[in-house]
């Protein structure tokens, strides 16, 4: 599990809800880009609820009304290029994110085939450690 602390190397008490937002966005692009240097492009973030609620009214964030038939996963919008979903039993400070599940057949297809190890790409777990969250 990957912790992301957005209030280390504050020198501001005072910190902003927009300016946390900010900082949630730099690390989670730098996750992204650590998952495409390993060859994998990570589509869907699973947030709480409290996650959803921190990043909700930031300006990366698009709201998607969506129906779903599972009762504690539904999709809520887009942040970053990510789709969102919320999942309902998921801790408060946790943020999922994984791959396409058909990118995920493909790579274990590639890893049978080829007899590569890939045996860590599906998920990566963060924890945000957060005053405000």
């Known amino acids: 599990m990957i912790v992301l602390d957005l209030d280390k190397d504050s020198s501001d008490i005072y910190q902003t809800m927009s300016s946390l937002q900010k900082k949630l966005c730099i690390e989670l692009i730098k996750l992204r880009n650590d998952f495409i240097l390993k060859g994998f492009s990570p589509t869907d973030l699973t947030v709480s609820c409290r996650i959803f609620n921190f990043i909700s009214d930031s300006a990366e964030f698009s709201p998607y009304v969506y129906i779903s038939n599972d009762e504690t996963k539904y999709k809520i919008g887009i ?16 943020i999922v994110m994984s791959i396409d599940k058909n990118e995920i057949r493909d790579l274990k297809i590639d890893s049978i085939l080829f007899d590569d190890s890939i045996n860590e790409f599906e998920i990566k777990r963060v924890k945000v450690k957060s005053s405000l969250i």
């Open 79 to 94: 942040f970053l290029g990510f789709e969102v979903y919320i999942d309902l039993d998921l801790p408060h400070d946790e």
